[in-house]
């Protein structure tokens, strides 16, 4: 894991000596020859430190600055000055600048302010995720049903919110597991006290590892300085870890180790930090299954699953469809209303994305619409043409059909109202592209 470092200078050999240097020190260097380079290099990637030339042709030093400070106000940037120029040094500082150096410099003060340059990012970077966390509206009026399912599901939280059981919810995405575990943190003992989460998804092993537990200075190359872990920064509140699912074995038995004992050490570190934490994990997989196939410790299992919550899908609580769309509507706009035959397609449609798929649009329909009452039209068209395919009906002659026929006339149907994509096409069907390329063939559709 080490420090991506952007060298910005006009001078070819400045780069070289700079680069050179640092990563020796085992940084990852991206160099750039001016100022408009380094503004496309930060549409690659963006680095953790900018070291920026101030006088450079075209856009200057300065200039590039204010740029990337638009964009990145908390990207670290040590800006190079010419020697004994005091005027230019004080104005990179109020312009945003982290550090300065004076040119010339020797290889072991470049290090030196490298190091404070990434240690006041780093502090930086922290204390605006803490602020985040304190600041985060923790209204949980966005839970949303009056069917028995979703009653079920809030009696459950009620029930338990006050207990320190560890809880496992359970739902396809989209169904709002944050939302569940925010309103047990919100009514349990620990309420004030921190709500720390972490996505565990698509997180390699060793970058989980350090997120989760935290590092000490050294621990690995680039570790310039110590961190917390989200464990420690969830002492005396809640840590809820989504798609918990898809952590390695590796962490899975580091994370019994806490669950135990409720203590641990940081990567490269030797003291053992005690913490106190309710965990709340959530996944979309099915675990009993994963545990017979060995992907997920059984042990870990039920030291998780110790109150499970299952949330239903929003297809099997069509009830809840239109107090969610005025919930919804009532957000994003005051003023605009949902028809009667635009809210019986939403009523219709499947949701494979469940309330966040309603809730997005929703969001698109009252920014589109032009009118105050929303009609089919201002919907995405994938609700559209799902309901329209689902309303026609399909009726058997007496004197009998082929069903080759209708499912020939059904394909036609559906490639129509895709305008020809396959892929859509087999969704609206509910087959799988391979499934329908096959159709097609046989059928002769494609020629």
Not at 19 to 48: K, N, T
Not at 212 to 231: C, E, I
Request: net charge negative; with cysteine.
């Amino acid at each position: 894991m080490s420090t991506s470092i952007l060298v910005v200078d006009d001078e070819k050999n400045m780069r070289f000596v700079v680069g050179r240097a640092l990563s020796g020190a085992g940084h990852e260097i991206r160099e750039a020859a001016c100022g408009e380079d380094a503004l496309e290099a930060f549409d690659v990637a963006i680095p953790d430190l900018v070291i920026l030339d101030q006088r450079m042709p075209g856009m200057g030093g300065l200039a590039t600055l204010s740029e990337i400070k638009k964009s990145y106000p908390d990207m670290p940037v040590i800006m190079l000055t010419a020697h004994g120029n005091v005027e230019s040094a004080v104005q990179a500082m109020k312009a945003g600048a982290t550090e300065y150096l004076t040119k010339p410099f020797d290889v072991e003060e470049l290090k030196l302010t490298v190091a404070k340059a990434l240690k006041v990012g780093n502090l930086v970077r922290q204390v605006d995720y803490l602020r985040g966390e304190l600041d985060r509206d923790y209204d949980t009026s966005g839970i949303v049903g009056d069917s028995q399912a979703m009653k079920d599901v809030l009696e459950t939280v009620a029930r338990v919110a006050a207990s320190d059981a560890n809880v496992m919810v359970y739902g396809e995405s989209g169904t709002g597991k944050e939302l569940i575990a925010r309103a047990l943190h919100e009514q349990s003992n620990r309420n004030g006290k921190p709500f720390i989460q972490l996505s565990c998804a698509a997180l390699p092993e060793t970058l989980l590892e350090s997120e989760l537990f935290g590092y000490d200075k050294g621990a690995f190359t680039g570790a310039v300085d110590s961190k917390p872990g989200r464990f420690e920064l969830a002492d005396s509140g809640t840590l809820f870890l989504d798609e918990i699912g898809d952590i390695s074995l590796t962490v899975q038995v580091k994370l019994l180790r806490v669950l135990e004992q409720m203590s641990f050490e940081r990567l490269g570190g030797s003291k053992t930090i005690n913490v106190d934490i309710r965990l709340i994990g959530a996944t979309n997989r099915d675990l009993p299954a994963m545990i017979r196939e060995g992907e997920f410790r059984e042990d870990l299992f039920y030291r998780l699953n110790v109150i499970p919550i299952n949330l239903p899908p929003l297809r099997d609580r069509r009830g809840d469809i239109k107090l969610l769309v005025r919930h919804f509507l009532k957000r994003f706009s005051n003023d605009k209303e949902m028809s009667a035959e635009a809210l019986r397609l939403l009523e219709d449609y499947h949701w494979p994305g469940n309330v966040r798929e309603l809730q997005n649009a929703i969001e698109r329909a009252t920014i589109l619409s032009r009118e105050k009452v929303m009609v089919p039209a201002d919907l995405p068209a994938e609700i559209r043409q799902r309901a329209s395919l689902s309303s026609d009906t399909i009726s058997l002659p007496a004197e009998g059909v082929a069903l080759e026929k209708v499912e020939r006339e059904l394909i036609m149907q559906a490639l129509q109202r895709t305008g020809g994509n396959r892929t859509k096409a087999a969704e609206l069907l509910g087959i799988s592209r391979h499934t329908l390329l096959y159709r097609i063939e046989k059928y002769r559709l494609g020629q």
